[in-house]
């Protein structure tokens, strides 16, 4: 499915059909959304039309008097509006019944109101840059795990400019929060396109337009996690994080704990894991479900669609980068986990070295490739060697798990688990990894002892 988005229109002439030409075809529509939908469903292609209307926008006391294709029982609501203190109050609580009356509302498939920038009928509107994006990202977001799509078309043809560059770069957050989440290859990969038309001039509303539809959004995307660790938890890595979320507000504190730090904390330990080369993590701690990562993404949203939404002329300042930066993690987390699923790795019992060679180091294979984690294979293979097939330790392996330790000649009687061995040797710190041999396979598995596990979370967290 295409999914098209554009900024709403309210001016005098927003309501007569334009000719737009898309591919030597014209299409007649009132906005170059619909001619693009029109466009899509002649070629038997499923596309929804959503616009985003700016609160402001019926604040335009002109186009409600004087425009003559405006409904009349339009034009006396959108006066009341703007005349009568009472009607204004319940508008900013709740738009979306006035917005529902607009013409173009009847003619797409949704739309949603966001807040404004500026001053209009007297009236000031109050709004940040970066909240207007999230808002726009927001709804984006919300309508693809609803309803997934495969192409993203964003009208940037308009002349309100603050509210396309706004849309423009929702569309780059929500194309990096996608890739995060997509590491492996796919057939159809999911596209975010800008499109546009050639100038329309008011005076000249009998000619074609073209509309241009092939301008790929692209962004690059790195394996980084956007926000470390504040406190070194398994429990709750995040404590600080939270706190500057939830604004020093108790409630909102204990819910986003509730809804954030179990994740966000696993999400950390397994990027660390991954990062840092232990591949033997994966097959010992468990990680969360995808549906697990999607429903705190909608919790989320529903939260902050909440707090934004209570009061439509100003928003409550929320810190748009944090939030930014749990989104980005929450799909990151659920990249990593959509990649072990795909590759079957799942915490067991014990592993063997034919699986970690196979899903590791096999040069046409490995698993970390997808995460442009190229010299990792090099340097997991060496320590394999190094640990595992070397004669004089490989001979002494025996059918029962012992401690690596055991099988190395003068390795010292140190019990504790030394955090740089684990990150130096991929892991494999001998006094925390078991093994044994059984018909020449090899398995290995990290103790099951209780504070050693801890150990390594603890370990990982801080790396």
């Known amino acids: 499915m295409n999914l098209i988005y554009q900024i709403g229109r309210f001016e005098l002439n927003a309501f007569k059909p334009i000719n ?39 604040f335009n006391k002109r186009v409600a008097e004087n425009s003559p ?62 909240e207007l994006v999230f808002e726009i990202f927001l709804d984006i977001v919300e309508r693809y795990l609803n309803e997934p799509f495969k192409t993203l078309y964003l009208d940037i043809s308009s002349g309100l400019n603050i509210y396309v560059s706004a849309l423009i770069e929702a569309g780059r957050l929500f194309i990096t929060f996608y890739k995060l989440q997509n590491f492996l290859p ?93 591949p033997l993590v994966f097959y010992t701690f468990p990680y969360h479900q995808e549906e697990e990562v999607i429903s705190a993404i909608k919790k989320l949203i529903v939260f902050l669609k909440n707090r934004l939404l209570k009061n439509f002329q100003k928003t409550p300042g929320l810190k748009m980068d944090a939030y930014r930066k749990v989104f980005l993690m929450l ?33 046409q294979n490995t698993f970390f490739k997808h995460f442009g984690l190229i010299s990792h294979r090099a340097y997991f293979a060496q320590e394999l060697e190094n640990n595992f097939y070397k004669k004089e330790i490989n001979e002494k392996f025996t059918e029962k798990f012992k401690l690596l330790k055991e099988f190395i000649s003068g390795e010292n009687q140190d019990k504790d688990i030394k955090d740089r061995n684990f990150i130096a040797h991929c892991g494999f710190e001998r006094n925390c990894v078991e093994v044994r041999k059984e018909n020449q396979e090899i398995w290995l598995r990290y103790i099951n002892d209780p504070e050693k596990l801890k150990k390594i979370q603890v370990i990982l967290i801080k790396n």
């Open 20 to 58: 737009f030409q898309i591919e030597n075809q014209i299409f007649s529509q009132s906005l170059s959304s619909l001619a693009l939908k029109e466009y899509f469903t002649k070629k038997g292609l499923e596309s929804k039309v959503v616009l985003i209307y700016p609160v402001s926008l019926l």
């Open 69 to 130: 294709t405006l409904p009349q029982s339009f034009k006396e609501k959108v006066l009341t509006i703007i005349t009568q203190p009472d009607e204004r109050t319940a508008f900013f609580s709740d738009p979306y019944p006035y917005f529902k009356l607009h013409p173009h509302s009847k003619l797409a498939d949704s739309f949603t109101v966001i807040h404004s920038i500026g001053e209009y009928e007297g009236i000031k509107f109050q709004v940040t840059f970066e």
């Open 186 to 278: 796919e057939k159809e990969p999911l596209r975010v396109i800008l499109y546009f038309s050639d100038p329309i001039i008011q005076s000249q509303l009998d000619k074609t337009f073209e509309l241009h539809i092939h301008y790929e959004l692209e962004v690059k995307t790195f394996f980084s996690w956007p926000q470390l660790p504040d406190q070194i938890n398994p429990e709750n890595s995040y404590p600080e994080f939270i706190k500057t979320l939830a604004e020093e507000d108790r409630k909102t504190k204990k819910y986003l704990t509730e809804l954030l730090a179990p994740i966000l904390t696993n999400g950390y330990i397994f990027f660390s894991a991954l990062k840092n080369n232990t």
């Open 331 to 363: 799909s990151l987390y659920l990249g990593i986990i959509k990649a072990l699923k795909i590759y079957e790795i799942f915490p067991k019992s014990e592993v063997s070295l034919s699986e970690l060679n196979s899903k590791f180091r096999d040069s």
